[in-house]
């Protein structure tokens, strides 16, 4: 079992910055490919992006357009997400995910890849 914790999220204003942490525990974490995932309002959960164990990253969702890096200390056994230049449409809930991998990281992109997800931290982006 892997357990993932979000934290981070907040109401902030358009242009501003936040970085997102997920914590991961119960599991070898270089073992752990996560991504980011996030659901707005009424709309169904999308992809940013991910990082496998050993850093690689796989290709971010069109819509991050430079303004989001994906980063992980596997000294300190969290994935970041680095969110710059937000804007109203990035509100969302934000989840990370894992799952144990060493295949290649274009599987990541997936949504039914990972079989661990966190409850989610709330950003929201005022005009």
């Known amino acids: 079992q892997v357990q993932l914790v979000e934290s981070g999220g907040g109401l902030v204003q358009t242009g501003d910055s936040l970085r997102l942490s997920c914590a991961a525990s119960?599991?070898?974490?270089?073992?752990?490919?996560v991504g980011w995932f996030r659901q707005a309002p009424g709309k169904e959960r999308e992809f940013v992006g991910a990082?496998?164990?050993?850093?690689?990253?796989?290709p971010y969702a069109d819509f991050v357009k430079g303004r989001f890096t994906i980063s992980r200390d596997n000294a300190k056994d969290t994935v970041y997400l680095q969110m710059n230049d937000l804007k109203p449409e990035d509100t969302a809930v934000y989840y990370c995910?894992?799952?144990?991998?060493?295949?290649?990281?274009?599987?990541?992109?997936?949504?039914?890849?990972?079989?661990?997800w966190g409850q989610g931290t709330p950003v929201t982006v005022s005009s």
């Open positions: 990082i496998g164990g050993s850093g690689i990253k796989a």
């Open positions: 119960g599991r070898t974490f270089t073992s752990l490919a």
């Open positions: 995910a894992a799952k144990s991998w060493a295949g290649p990281i274009s599987a990541t992109l997936a949504e039914d890849f990972y079989n661990y």
